[in-house]
Structures are given as C-alpha cells and as structure tokens.
C-alpha cells in the first residue's frame, strides 16, 4: 500500500489528526454555561455528543510527529511543540474547524479524589485562545473510514441473509446456530469477569479497575468499545468507603453462599443443557421440514425428512437421546 500523501491544508492536516494514529480523543456533550444564549451557528452542536482532545495530547502528537502540521503554519524556526500546537488550535478556531471548552464539573464525585481524565459533558468558553490545559471538540464529522463503507455494503447483505435464513440448508443453518452461540457465550463471560473483577478489586483495595471500560458505552463503535483493554483508578487510602466496601462484601460473600447451597449440581446442569441442545436441534429441523413441505404443495417428502433427521442426530452428538416427533419425550 501507498504511503498516504502529506496534508496540504486545514482541512488535510485536521483529518490527520482524527485518523487511527492521531491524537486521543473522547466524546462529550457540549453545553453553554448558565446564563448563556447561544450564537448563530451554534445551535447545531449544542447538546449533541461531539469528539474533542485535550491540549496536552496535541502537545505530545506534535512531539512525536515534528513538521506534520508545519504546511497550514508561518514559517518559524525554532519553534516549540507547545507554540506550534497553539499556533495550529488558532488556525483551526479561526476556520471553524474546532473550540475550546473546559469540563463542567470542577470537583471530583463522590467517593473519588481525582477528576476524570475524560470528562463526559463539556462548557464551551468565550475566551478561545490556546492552553494545554484546555478540552478542544471538533466542530466537523469524523472522515468516513474504509470500515464505514465495507460496513454500508454488509449490513444489507447480512439483513437479506437474515431473511433467507428459513431457506438455507441444514449446515448453514447448524453452523449460524452454534457462531450465534459462542458469541453468545463469549459476550456474557466476559462481562462476568469484567463485574467480578471490578467488585473484588473494589472491596480490597478501594481502587477502581474496569476490564475494557467502553464495553457498555453506546457513544462509541464497535472496535472502540474494547479499547482500551484496561483502565485503573488508584485510590490514595485504602480506608475511603471502608463501610460501603465491607457491606458490598457480605452482601456478595451471602450471595455465593446462598448459590453455592441451592444451586443444581454438576448433572443437573449437565443434563438440562443437553435438553435444551436436542430441542433446539429438533426446533431447527421441523422449521426446515415445514419450509420443505410448503415448496412441495404440502406433499412432504418422507425421504426428506429421515435425512434431516438424521444430521440432526449427527450434530447433537446423542443420538440415542435425541427427540423424535410421535415419540413421548424423554422423561
């Protein structure tokens, strides 16, 4: 593949910025502060979730990535990556490309001794000048990746498939069933260990630890929501919410108790889960025996019908405990 040409102007050198290997980004919703009545222009953005950088990320991609930005910039030797980084947020304030903000709770929640790094809901400023310190959301759309249009194109195909869905033959239909069902599962494991892992370190520690933070965000992407991996918020004492966290603990030390007491045994669970297997396997081939009965006027093919029978035992794996139509059910 082609190395990607230079940027030659704002609009070259915003997109930059905004694509995969550019500046970290978040996303907030943008308010005007108390009081305040919003100008022409404005009203758009107002209220809505907008994606923004922190000036001291611009500062270090600047660093990272000397004379990128240099091109839309007055020729200047010697420069700072913090002067070149606040001469290029000028740039981009005055062409309407970006403002600045600050975040608009100025203390710490409850419970925590620390600001959050990414601040959810931002106050657009009337000084728009250029500090380190400062929030900048981007007033225009996020360039249209490769995955936006490879994903325009599937998600037609995999609705029409959907539809097809009665229609496809036996393996197509068994193999759909059991990818659904590890994703299934994989989707519900995680978020498992994701709780328990945060309740555990919280009651010990005090510190705050989220595998894959974004996971339950509905403001972000797919890929975006398993990035980062990990995120953890130290507490400064151990003894913060010492009461909240020793309840929490005898609340969840009562809860595996109760389970680990009434819960089903081993066989139990073994054998409900091989119930549920063999009835959805024969739910599966009486929906195909029944679209096959309509394509033939009603005149079912007996032939038909052993076959997939059949390979409905060979992928249920217990064949002699596998549900047949006018037999009772197994008890």
Not at 188 to 193: A, D, E, I, P, Y
Not at 208 to 237: C, H, Q, Y
Not at 289 to 302: E, R, W, Y
Request: proline share 7%; glycine share 6%.
């Amino acid at each position: 593949m082609a190395p990607a040409a230079p940027p030659t102007s704002v609009k070259d050198v915003a997109k930059l910025l905004r694509e995969r290997k550019g500046v970290t980004y978040g996303s907030a919703k943008l308010e005007l502060p108390e009081g305040s009545q919003a100008g022409s222009g404005m009203a758009d953005i107002l209220g809505n979730w907008l994606e923004y950088i922190r000036g001291k990320d611009l500062v270090r991609w600047i660093e990272a990535n000397p004379g990128k930005v240099d091109v839309v910039l007055k020729e200047k030797p010697g420069r700072t990556p913090d002067e070149t980084a606040g001469e290029l947020i000028r740039v981009f304030i005055s062409q309407g490309y970006a403002l600045r903000t600050e975040r608009k709770y100025k203390r710490p929640k409850p419970g925590r001794t620390r600001l959050v790094k990414w601040p959810r809901t931002l106050i657009l400023l009337k000084d728009q000048q250029w500090d380190p310190e400062a929030f900048y959301v981007w007033r225009q759309e996020r360039p249209a990746s490769m995955w936006f249009w490879i994903s325009s194109v599937a998600i037609p195909l995999v609705v029409v498939a959907a539809c097809l869905f009665p229609l496809a033959p036996w393996w197509a239909r068994i193999s759909v069933v059991y990818t659904m069902m590890v994703l299934l599962l994989a989707l519900l494991g995680t978020m498992l260990v994701r709780y328990v892992l945060f309740c555990a370190i919280w009651v010990m520690t005090g510190s705050t630890f989220w595998l894959f933070p974004n996971m339950m965000s509905d403001k972000v992407g797919l890929l975006e929501a398993f990035m980062p991996i990990s995120s953890w918020e130290r507490t400064k004492r151990m003894s913060d919410q010492w009461q909240a966290r020793l309840v929490s603990a005898f609340v969840m030390t009562g809860m595996v108790w109760v389970l680990a007491v009434n819960g089903p045994d081993a066989k139990t669970l073994k054998s409900e889960a091989r119930d549920a297997h063999e009835g959805l396997l024969h739910y599966i081939e009486s929906m195909f025996n029944h679209n096959q009965s309509s394509i033939t006027d009603g005149k079912p093919s007996n032939a038909t019908d052993a076959s997939q029978r059949n390979k409905a035992r060979a992928y249920s794996g217990h064949n002699q405990h596998m549900y047949r139509p006018g037999q009772p059910p197994r008890p």
